[in-house]
């Protein structure tokens, strides 16, 4: 069974740093691209960045361009997010997303449940 | 990296059928069939309803259908359920590498 369990999420103050981190399973993670999706309180998703399997390509929305950073570590199964200068507007639930193949078009056909980052401001 | 446009809300009466639209560009919807739909309960994660414009994952009731035309992609939920009234995004891959959301469409059933 594929699983993503994302962590690391929390209270941060303004200006802060946190790292996320996406824990896998049930499937050979090094064959596959992987995305950070998140989603503000009562608002809509929003594509934050993503990295193909050989870390050959790694985008990022304008929002973040600069202050996130996405890393993957293949020994450990497991995808990452460095936040840096934290706002007001990075406030939500970050998703990990898997595309249902191997192809980094690949629309997410797997999710985690999600971890919480709020600003503390 | 504008959003796609989809409607607010959407309702329905038990077993009506509904569309939403989800309309982009021609680096988007316009340029990729990688075009999907996700179904988003309250509090829960988003779920992959509609791939690649018109195809259902497994598992996944025939009673959603998707389709495109142009810079605009449709879902259409047949035979509307009270377990269908959630939230509904669609996403396109771009031409820039990156993806895009619509803004999400409430449908009250």
């Known amino acids: 069974e594929v699983q993503l369990v994302e962590s690391g999420g929390g209270l941060v103050k303004p200006g802060g740093s946190l790292r996320l981190s996406c824990a896998t399973s049930?499937?050979?993670?090094?064959?596959?691209?992987f995305n950070w999706v998140r989603q503000a309180p009562g608002k809509g998703l929003e594509w934050v960045s993503s990295i193909s399997y050989g870390n050959t390509y790694i985008f990022y929305a304008d929002s973040v361009k600069g202050r996130f950073t996405i890393s993957r570590d293949n020994a450990k199964n497991s995808l990452y997010l460095q936040i840096n200068s934290l706002g007001a507007e990075d406030t939500g639930v970050y998703y990990c997303?898997?595309?249902?193949?191997?192809?980094?078009?690949?629309?997410?056909?797997?999710w985690g449940q999600g971890t919480l980052v709020t600003d503390s401001s | 990296q504008s959003a796609l446009t989809q409607p607010a809300s959407v309702s329905g009466s038990p077993g009506q059928s509904i569309t939403i639209s989800c309309t982009g560009t021609s680096r988007d919807i316009g340029f990729y069939d990688y075009v999907s739909w996700y179904q988003q309960h309250p509090d829960k994660a988003p779920k992959l309803i509609i791939y690649?414009?018109?195809n259902r994952p497994s598992g996944v009731s025939n009673r959603f259908s998707g389709s495109k035309s142009g810079i605009t992609a449709s879902l259409t939920i047949s035979g509307l359920q009270p377990e269908d009234e959630a939230d509904y995004y669609c996403s396109s891959y771009t031409k820039s590498g990156t993806r895009v959301f619509g803004g999400g469409t409430k449908v009250t059933v």
């Open positions: 690649e414009v018109s």
């Open positions: 997303a898997r595309g249902l193949s191997g192809n980094s078009h690949s629309d997410l056909g797997y």
């Open positions: 049930g499937f050979s993670f090094s064959y596959y691209s």
